[in-house]
T-cell receptor, first 117, second 117 residues
């Protein structure tokens, strides 16, 4: 089984400031890692994912996350946030499965990023 | 891109009635769909895994007779909340899986807000 911990329930930050949203996971097997963003009353949108290869992954809107196996972390960062980045961010993990098998996601409790002027 | 729709987006029903929520993959076929429930300011809780042509697999603590899942085709899964009660009020989100490289990726619907009065 897997578990995900997002220690920060809320992160207030000023516009154009950097931000880091923390995510730690626990698993007895190899995993894939994901960050999702949820805007009010909407479903989740995939922000970025780590499957294999380079431990640093980037999104098209300036976010990046780094997989750190020794620390079992997958923290999300952005060097300069915008008002429009205000949303709920969920870290998720799924077990690596054999080809042809879809694995369920285990989510963290989410971090509310609040960007203000 | 992969689009998942849910219908209805909002529904209000009286206690004791049943409500059906549809989840459709619009431009791809999904062998597996997942149903989640999200409480206010909380994470997503996986309810069940829905595989086309077979019975759904429910997570521990989820009543299969109360939350009926039917995955009749590769593009449609339905969740029926039977004999709904106020405590069933929640935000229900589905996801549909698609093979993306070496892993399955989940695409989420926009969610259905259920209010039971």
């Amino acid at each position: 089984a897997q578990s995900v911990t997002q220690l920060d329930s809320q992160v207030p930050v000023f516009e154009e400031a950097p931000v880091e949203l923390r995510c730690n996971y626990s698993s007895s097997v190899s995993v894939y890692l994901f960050w999702y963003v949820q805007y009010p009353n909407q479903g989740l949108q995939l922000l970025l994912k780590y499957l294999s290869g380079s431990t640093l992954v980037e999104s098209i809107n300036g976010f990046e996350a780094e997989f750190n196996k020794s620390q079992t972390s997958f923290h999300l960062r952005k060097p300069s946030v915008h008002i429009s980045d205000t949303a709920e961010y969920f870290c998720a993990v799924s077990a690596k499965t054999p080809p042809g098998t879809a694995s369920k996601l285990t989510f963290g409790t989410g971090t509310r990023l609040q960007v203000t002027l | 891109g992969a689009v998942v729709s849910q219908h209805p987006s909002r529904v209000i029903c009286k206690s004791g009635t049943s409500v059906k929520i549809e989840c459709r993959s619009l431009d791809f076929q999904a062998t597996t769909m997942f149903w989640y429930r999200q409480f206010p300011k909380k994470s997503l809780m996986l309810m069940a895994t829905s595989n086309e042509g077979s019975k759904a697999t429910y997570e521990q603590g989820v009543e299969k007779d109360k939350f009926l899942i039917n995955h009749a085709s590769l593009t449609l899964s339905t969740l029926t909340v039977t004999s709904a009660h106020p405590e069933d009020s929640s935000f229900y989100i589905c996801s549909a899986t698609i093979l993306a490289g070496v892993s399955y990726e989940q695409y989420f619907g926009p969610g259905t807000r259920l209010t039971v009065t």
